[in-house]
């Protein structure tokens, strides 16, 4: 089945942050103290958060459909700069997160093409991300053409300090 890609609008907003937490949350909450990644989730998936994105103009949130059903989120932001690249020449994939009963089937992949799509469409030279240097994520990115730019460390307290290692990976489109 065919994914299809829809910009947020304030209608959609509250489907983004439902869809946003809950995919989080299957995946990410072994990342947090006690289990409990409230700190994120309130900087990233409240209305009042997203309301603002909506208006930022290097923001672009997306709800990620399989049919008539949404099944996971996206943020770009499009204006990042990144090393010797400019904010003309980079995108930034801040979040991509699918629900974990739509994991594994190939969407990753698909949504991510996607993305590259969207960068080449921009006149984007680079697409670049932060991926957890543990678990899965970092492999299906460097199997996707991504390489390791440089490291960095999660920023939030409540994060175990085991799991605060990140990559910084990189993708030239053009």
């Known amino acids: 089945m065919d994914l299809k890609f829809e910009a947020v609008t304030n209608k959609t907003r509250e489907l983004y942050c439902k869809l946003?937490?809950?995919?989080?949350?299957e995946h990410?909450?072994?990342?947090?103290?006690?289990?409990?990644?409230?700190?994120?989730?309130?900087?990233?998936?409240?209305?009042?958060?997203?309301?603002?994105?909506?208006?930022d103009n290097?923001?672009?949130?997306?709800?990620?459909?399989?049919?008539?059903?949404?099944?996971?989120?996206?943020?770009?932001?499009?204006d990042a700069p990144i090393g010797p690249?400019?904010?003309?020449?980079?995108?930034?994939?801040?979040?991509?997160?699918?629900l974990n009963k739509?994991?594994?089937?190939?969407?990753?992949g698909r949504a991510l093409s996607w993305v590259e799509k969207y960068c080449l469409d921009s006149d984007k030279q680079v697409l670049w991300l932060e991926a957890m240097?543990?678990?899965?994520a970092l492999n299906f990115y460097l199997k996707n053409g991504y390489h390791i730019l440089?490291?960095?460390q999660l920023k939030f307290d409540l994060?175990?300090?085991?799991?605060?290692?990140?990559?910084?990976?990189?993708?030239?489109i053009k």
Do not use: C
């Open 20 to 25: 946003g937490i809950k995919a989080y949350k």
């Open 28 to 55: 990410y909450l072994h990342l947090w103290k006690n289990n409990d990644p409230t700190p994120y989730l309130e900087e990233s998936f409240t209305i009042d958060v997203v309301r603002h994105e909506l208006k």
């Open 58 to 78: 290097s923001s672009s949130l997306w709800l990620i459909h399989m049919g008539d059903t949404a099944i996971g989120i996206l943020k770009l932001i499009k």
């Open 85 to 98: 690249y400019n904010s003309k020449e980079a995108i930034l994939l801040e979040k991509i997160y699918i």
């Open 102 to 108: 739509f994991s594994d089937k190939g969407i990753g």
């Open 133 to 136: 240097q543990k678990g899965p």
């Open 150 to 152: 440089k490291e960095k």
């Open 159 to 172: 994060v175990l300090d085991k799991e605060k290692p990140m990559y910084v990976l990189l993708k030239k």
